[in-house]
């Protein structure tokens, strides 16, 4: 999978997530697994909809408890996820909290117009995957 060693996440670089909100359309999910199981093999807590739900529980209190809860925001954008209703529902409730005000991380999985999706992601570090996933685990770790 990954062509070499990755670089470890140190708080001298930045301040260690507490948790993690990953914020994907559906129709993403195995990317947002392959991301999930990177993030989580480095120590990085995260909260995933797909593996962090059990069954039985409303889904629309439990994405508005994590987002309350996490201290980083990750999005994962394609055409997909900027066609999502909920995360451009996510996005919005994570650009109005000040403690995400350094922490939203927009990672480009396929080209697609995101600055359309939210002219504020602009202003962000885009992490891209689109020419290479090891390039892009590089990038975001």
Not at 61 to 75: K, P
Not at 77 to 97: C, D, G, H, M, Y
Not at 109 to 123: G, I, P, R
Request: glycine content about 4%; proline content about 4%; some cysteine.
């Amino acid at each position: 999978m990954l062509a070499g060693p990755l670089p470890v996440l140190t708080t001298k670089m930045f301040p260690h997530p507490n948790e993690v909100f990953l914020s994907y359309s559906s129709l993403d999910w195995e990317f947002a697994n392959q991301i999930t199981d990177l993030l989580r093999s480095h120590g990085i807590a995260l909260w995933h909809s797909h593996s962090s739900m059990l069954g039985g529980q409303q889904w629309l209190d439990q994405i508005g408890e994590a987002l309350r809860r996490c201290d980083w925001f990750v999005i994962l954008l394609s055409p997909n996820s900027i066609k999502s209703v909920w995360v451009a529902r996510e996005l919005t409730f994570a650009l109005k909290q000040k403690r995400y005000n350094d922490t939203i991380v927009p990672i480009v999985l396929e080209v697609c117009d995101y600055e359309q999706f939210s002219w504020s992601l602009a202003s962000y570090h885009i992490v891209d995957f689109t020419e290479s996933f090891d390039a892009g685990c590089r990038a975001l770790l």
